[in-house]
């Protein structure tokens, strides 16, 4: 375990609760105010395997907006590493906030046609090299799931009947399925329209032995796809500010508590359940809407 996560705290949720149901969320985000959340526990193992193989670069790729690259930015500064990132669109449009941070901090932005972008395997090819260290778009991939797995070590989980995260890549779903309990169920809420291979692809990560653990993915609260949002997402947002004073962000976690509230409102979860959202960070995001949106930022 290489996070000192003592400085995360777990809130209880006046919004998400009501008599029969009780619900807490694992705030993450106080990690890092860069590195939130959940990405910091995905790339601490690649970054150790990185220094193994004596890699000099960490080359991964991502769109404007990815929370993976300005997080991989700040852990590859930090770390003594320089960071690639292969970004899918055009150069000249001018730099994201989330770029601008990224180049900020010394990383190399190489922008990448959304055609070349689509064929990852010859991408990773064409930047195969003994000093560069290839990361998964999105830090996919089983060692950072079991980095994952270390976000509710040290915890003491065993009240909890649900945990329930925002699923991108599955990879911190798939961390989650690994330290949960035989009797909690884990639920990872897709973020992206007609992500048909998501429950494959978190299995993917699973030893064996876990692959048949209580877990789902659940579909149909992505808001119209990856990054799309609609007023009554914000309206929730902007809801659970004034109710718990909890900041989340459109892309993830503010479509997971969103989730939560719809499928409270369907008696989804059988009275007892105890909830443990997962609050992975992501904060940053939010600086693609216009200012003023949220009243936070
Ligand atoms: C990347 C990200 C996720 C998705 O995590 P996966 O491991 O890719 O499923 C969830 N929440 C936030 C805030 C993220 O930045």
């Not at 000099?56 to 990815?66: C, E, F, I, Q, R």
């Not at 300005?70 to 669109?89: H, P, T, V």
């Not at 929730?236 to 499928?263: C, I, N």
Request: charged share 15%; hydrophobic share 40%.
């Amino acid at each position: 375990m290489l996070i000192k996560n003592q400085n995360i705290t777990i809130q209880s949720l006046a919004l998400l609760s009501h008599a029969d149901i009780q619900t807490d969320i694992l705030r993450l985000d106080q990690l890092d105010p860069v590195i939130s959340g959940n990405k910091w526990f995905k790339l601490q193992y690649p970054l150790l395997e990185a220094r193994k193989q004596a890699a000099t670069t960490l080359v991964s790729m991502g769109g404007a907006y990815s929370n993976h690259i300005a997080a991989l930015a700040k852990a590859a500064a930090d770390a003594g590493f320089k960071s690639l990132g292969l970004i899918r669109g055009d150069a000249n449009t001018p730099l994201s906030h989330t770029l601008q941070a990224a180049h900020n901090r010394g990383m190399e932005l190489q922008f990448i046609s959304r055609e070349a972008y689509r064929d990852k395997t010859t991408l990773r090819a064409s930047y195969a090299s003994d000093n560069h260290y290839w990361i998964e778009e999105g830090g996919y991939g089983i060692l950072g799931a079991n980095g994952a797995a270390e976000i509710l070590a040290d915890l003491d989980i065993s009240r909890y009947t649900h945990i329930i995260c925002a699923l991108g890549t599955g990879t911190t779903l798939a961390g989650l399925i690994q330290s949960a309990l035989p009797y909690q169920q884990v639920l990872g809420i897709s973020v992206l329209k007609n992500q048909t291979d998501a429950r494959e692809k978190t299995a993917a990560l699973l030893p064996a032995e876990r692959r048949d653990a209580r877990w789902d993915v659940l579909h149909g609260f992505h808001c119209g796809g990856y990054a799309k949002h609609q007023p009554a997402l914000l309206d929730h947002m902007r809801r659970l500010w004034a109710s718990d004073g909890l900041p989340t962000d459109f892309v993830y976690t503010g479509k997971m508590t969103w989730a939560v509230e719809q499928l409270l409102h369907q008696s989804f979860f059988p009275a007892g359940s105890r909830l443990l959202l997962i609050h992975s960070g992501g904060l940053q995001g939010n600086h693609s809407l216009p200012p003023g949106t949220l009243p936070f930022s």
